[in-house]
């Protein structure tokens, strides 16, 4: 079955530099949300989108910026990127079903390494 | 400020054994529950979700809920090396919409040859 597809895989950036991660949810499926993971952390949310409007926000730096696409693929957009920005960043997506979305779905993630 | 409360461990199984690891959750509306495995430096992998009281088997895994309680548990039969890895449990809040999940800090789980 197709899954989420994530790229680049692994990114290095110099601080104050700026980032794109993009995201490719799973087919028919039209919600994305954004998780970053520090070494040894949990997984911490980021910001979510349904129908290319934004859904739900959670702990995103305001550096950071993200959108949704009409073919429903997402960007997570960084700027002046600091050295605790280094981290795995997850997408996951679902399908909202009756007005209800299930299970999130990750990707393989980006490893950013802020340098 | 909704948490997730799970024993880091590590838990340690012997090969064939059951594991049982628990959550707790802090926010009484929560209506979505999930457990998720994480092998080192890969993605979280969904094994189960639960959305009412009780239990929900899924092959080798078993959810329960209890909402009362605001507990979580995931029993693994037949424990196997390859079981070996973090487990994450999450929790969607009462919405139905695209909310984010929160996740406890996992229990690492060893299964032991």
């Known amino acids: 079955a197709a899954g989420v597809i994530q790229s680049p895989r692994h990114l290095i950036k110099e601080k104050r530099e700026t980032a794109t991660l993009k995201c490719y949810p799973i087919?028919?499926?039209?919600?994305v949300y954004w998780y970053q993971q520090g070494p040894g952390q949990d997984p911490q949310f980021l910001i979510s989108f349904y129908e290319k409007m934004q859904s739900d926000k959670g702990s995103i730096p305001d550096r950071f910026s993200a959108q949704q696409f009409s073919d429903y693929h997402s960007e997570l957009n960084m700027s002046s990127l600091e050295l605790g920005d280094s981290a795995l960043y997850f997408c996951?997506?679902?399908?909202?079903?009756?007005?209800?979305?299930?299970?999130?779905?990750f990707g393989p993630g980006t490893r950013l390494t802020v340098t | 400020q909704k948490e997730v409360e799970q024993n880091s461990g590590p838990l340690s199984v012997p090969e064939g054994a059951i594991a049982s690891l628990n959550c707790t959750y802090s926010d009484r509306v929560s209506q979505s529950f999930f457990w998720y495995r994480q092998y080192s430096g890969k993605s979280p992998e969904l094994i189960m979700s639960i959305y009412s009281n009780g239990d929900k088997e899924d092959g080798r895994f078993t959810a329960q809920l209890n909402k009362a309680s605001q507990y979580v548990s995931l029993l693994i039969r037949d424990s196997q090396p390859s079981d070996s890895a973090t487990y994450l449990c999450?929790?969607?809040?009462?919405?139905?919409?695209?909310?984010?999940?929160?996740f406890g800090k996992g229990t690492h789980l060893i299964i032991q040859p």
């Open positions: 996951a997506s679902s399908a909202q079903i009756a007005g209800y979305n299930y299970e999130q779905y």
């Open positions: 087919p028919r499926h039209d919600t």
């Open positions: 999450a929790v969607k809040g009462s919405g139905g919409g695209a909310d984010g999940l929160t």
